[in-house]
C-alpha cells in the first residue's frame, strides 16, 4: 500500500539536543511538506520540498532543518535553537500537478 | 487578518443532527477548496475537494463553496459519533495549501 511512514510516533528530547525526524514515502509525489500542530491551533508550515535537492522555508523554519537527498525521504531535524519545540509534527506529499494532500501519522515530540 | 478563518469550536451536536462546519477565505483567487478529517493523534485526511463555486456531495456529506461571499461549508447529514473529529478548511494558493485553524466535531451518542 501506498502512503507516508513517520517515524518514531513519540519522540523525547532533553534540552539542548537535536533529534531528526523521519518521514518515508511510497507515493512517488514530488513535493513534501513539514507542518508543527500545536492544540487549538492549525497547521503552520515549516519546510516544503517541491523537488530533490531543493527546499524552501515555511512560516517558522527558525530552529529547523531539513534535507531532500531522495525523492522519497525528507527528515526534519529540531535543533536546540527551536526554544518550543514540544508539539505534534506531521509530514505530508503532494504530487507536483496535483491537489490535496496526504499525510503521516505524526509525531508527537516532547522536551523533557 | 487571517487568509482562512475558521472557528476552532468545538462544537457538540446530538447523534443524527445535521451538522455544519464553516470557513470564510480572503483572497478571491483562490479556486480550489478542500476539507480534512482528523481524528486525534493522527494525520489529517483528504475528506472532500471542489474547484471554484457550488455543491459536491459524497455519501452524508456535501461541500458548498459561495465564491461571492467567499464563504466555504461542509455539511454532514444523519452524524454518527464516527464523525466525531476536527475539520479542518485549506484553499490551494499555487499548489500550496493554506489552512484554517480547525473545529472540533463532538457527536454526542
Known sequence: ????????????????????????????????????????QGLRLIYYSQIVNDFQKGDIAEGYSVSREKKESFPLTVTSAQKNPTAFY????????????????GTRLTVV | QKEVEQDPGPLSVPEGAIVSLNCTYSNSAFQYFMWYRQYSRKGPELLMYTYSSGNKEDGRF????????????????????????????????????????????????
Not at chain 1, 90 to 105: I, K, V
Not at chain 2, 83 to 89: E, I, M, R, W
Open chain 1, 90 to 105: 506531521l509530514c505530508a506529499s503532494s504530487p507536483r500537478d496535483g491537489y490535496g494532500y496526504t499525510f503521516g501519522s
Open chain 1, 1 to 40: 500500500d501506498g502512503g507516508i511512514t513517520q517515524s518514531p510516533k513519540y519522540l523525547f528530547r532533553k534540552e539542548g539536543q537535536n533529534v531528526t525526524l523521519s518521514c518515508e514515502q511510497n507515493l512517488n509525489h514530488d513535493a513534501m511538506y513539514w507542518y508543527r500542530q500545536d492544540p487549538g
Open chain 2, 62 to 109: 456535501t461541500a458548498q463553496v459561495d465564491k461571492s461571499s467567499k464563504y466555504i461549508s461542509l455539511f454532514i447529514r444523519d452524524s454518527q459519533p464516527s464523525d466525531s473529529a476536527t475539520y479542518l478548511c485549506a484553499v490551494d494558493s499555487n499548489y500550496q495549501l493554506i489552512w484554517g485553524a480547525g473545529t472540533k466535531l463532538i457527536i454526542k451518542p
